[in-house]
């Protein structure tokens, strides 16, 4: 029984990381802008596009960073093309342009890839198979939670400890009030983003690793499942968001262990509604009182 | 708003009968098969999807993004009930010529299509409404993606087909009005939008407005909420649901599989281009959203020469690049849209202003 289980379990602990790579992302936005960065699903295939055609040309210890850097522009474009504009526009309009980014992205991606699934390139060592038990499986697989542990755990103490962590609580907090305090609204939104693209970056290597192929949508599930973990998780909480992602990541794959490989995706959603139902605040979120 | 004069709907009208003669007079002249009448129809179809996303979007403020979901409602209900009996064997060649075993006529079914999205909105807005802004939009984005999971279960094959194709169901070609197949969806969703029109401007219209424009205060009034949110609901999805079947007819085959999210943006940006809170803009804006993907830039999509001159970028896909671009220009710097929020008929009324739009 363990023995049937246990693959699915060490992949869904796998990918639990990655969602939680993306997750981190999407509860920072949420938590400082109030917005569902749709784009973000985006962002991460674009690293995956990235470090197909970099390594094309380039060795992988160059390659590697350049991705990292060039996934951290590009999210942070997003940000002032799409977003910083409408800053004092209603919810719904932001909304509709973080949609109207991530339909451009993926169109834009669909043009220079020419629709065609790209292999994604082998990363060293991350690539090579281990035994764990009755189960081979690659050293991604156990990589990835180490990995999500360690840079969430940097990501807390960089929010907890450092100047600009502590503008991202005041700006969280209370937007307007923090802007009259004299911190500068916009450099942490950047911030933000740069953090949130360069995790995705990083989750999207460990991603295709187990994927292997990058076409311009693929993003788009994960994206949303990541969204879902971390509403599960209480948006807005980074820890929430890590464990929400764990959770999400491990009963899909359960789900799938079972053989009802179809309601895998359907399976998420059920949960992001029974959770808004009944918990809206997460897992760990903080209430927050309705003022009239 | 004043009661319509007189003079004023009966030039409407002449406008809507003007219009539905230039469709029959286009295909006559253009060609049943022509670019012209496949944008007429899909227009058509996605003008009555727009206002119905729009009714609940622009309207009653309600973020809604499950209008895929329910339009594979109605286009499922709508094939799985007008497939004709002897072709059973044929479609449902998987589960044994399906369980379903009789057929509506035509007309039903359309109807049907809508009731059952309906009832279905109201099974789903009961829990669902009680959420606010973007959870309530991510909520109802899954249910879109639960029912397609469902449909495509392999349990339910006998009625769904599993995941393969519906086909073989009477599409357009098969409701010729006056020799002509671009006049049935022009009149099923003229009449439909009529009907929401009617209802914007009722008793319950107003209401959905003062709900969209403060819900504190609405209910400090003495609109009911809920009540209003589900009514809301449940009649924006009867009309996807019918958007759902057109669909269905105007694509001759169903795959739940198309139905996803990717379909519920492209209708909503036709809601936004035209304007939130404007029949007339969604109806303008699927037209021109339509016309525009699937017609007028095409050319960018082929390489093109003048002279020798290869002119650069064109290739397979720019013209998505381009199409998102203007949307992307739309949304940030017209975010009116083409119509704001008045009207075709009411275009000389001054600009209202605006305190706040739909969510706070």
Known sequence: MFDRILPYLLAGISVGGQYALIAVGYTMVYGILRLINFAHGDIFTAAGFFMVYLTASLPMSVSIPLVIILTVILGFTVERVAYKPLRTAPRMSVMISAIGASYLMQNLMWYVTGGLAKQYPVLPWLGDTVQIGSASTKIVTIVTPILTILLVIALVTLIQKTKIGMAMRAVSHDFEISQLMGIRINSVISVTFIIGSALAAVGSMLFFTNYSTVTPTVGAMPGLKAFVAAVFGGIGSIPGAVIGAFIIGIAENLIRAAGYTAFSDAFTFALLIVVLLFRPTGLFGEKTAEKV | ?360
């Open chain 2, 1 to 360: 708003m004043k009661k319509m004069s007189k003079t004023r709907l009966i030039v409407c009208l002449a406008a809507v009968l003007l219009i539905y003669v230039g469709a029959w007079f286009a295909e006559k002249s253009a060609g049943t098969n022509s670019m012209l009448v496949t944008v007429l129809k899909k227009g058509a179809v996605y003008a009555l999807i727009a206002v119905s996303m729009n009714l609940l979007n622009g309207f009653t403020g309600l973020f809604s993004l499950g209008q895929a979901g329910f339009m594979l409602v109605g286009a499922y209900v709508y094939a799985v009930f007008t497939i004709p009996l002897k072709r059973h064997a044929a479609v449902y060649q998987y589960y044994n010529g399906g369980i379903i075993q009789f057929e509506l006529p035509l007309l039903v079914a359309l109807i049907l299509a809508g009731l059952v999205a309906a009832g279905l909105a109201a099974l789903v807005g009961l829990p669902v409404l009680r959420l606010k802004s973007d959870y309530l939009a991510i909520a109802t984005l899954g249910f879109a993606e639960i029912i397609r999971a469902v449909v495509q279960w392999d349990s339910l094959g006998p009625v769904t087909n599993g995941s393969n194709l519906l086909k073989t169901y009477p599409t357009f070609s098969s409701t010729k009005i006056l020799g002509s197949t671009v006049l049935f969806p022009f009149i099923v969703s003229g009449v439909c939008i009529g009907l929401i029109l009617l209802i914007i401007n009722s008793t319950y219209g107003r209401a959905f407005k003062a709900i969209r424009d403060d819900e504190v205060a609405a209910e400090a009034m003495g609109i009911n909420l809920f009540h209003h949110k589900e009514l809301a609901f449940v009649i924006s999805c009867f009309f996807a649901g019918i958007g759902g079947a057109l669909l269905a007819m105007f694509q001759g085959t169903v795959q739940a599989n198309s139905f996803k999210s990717a379909m519920t943006y492209d209708i909503l940006l036709m809601v936004v281009i035209g304007g939130m809170g404007s029949v007339s803009g969604s109806v303008i804006a699927s037209f021109l959203y339509i016309a525009c993907s699937e017609w007028w830039l095409r050319f960018l999509d082929n390489e093109q020469f003048i002279g020798s001159f290869q002119v650069p970028l064109l290739r397979s896909g720019f013209r998505m690049v381009v199409f998102s671009i203007v949307i992307m220009v739309v949304v940030l710097f017209f975010r009116r849209g083409i119509m704001g929020d008045r009207e075709l008929w009411n275009l000389r009324l001054p600009k209202k202003k605006k305190g706040k739009e739909g969510l706070k």
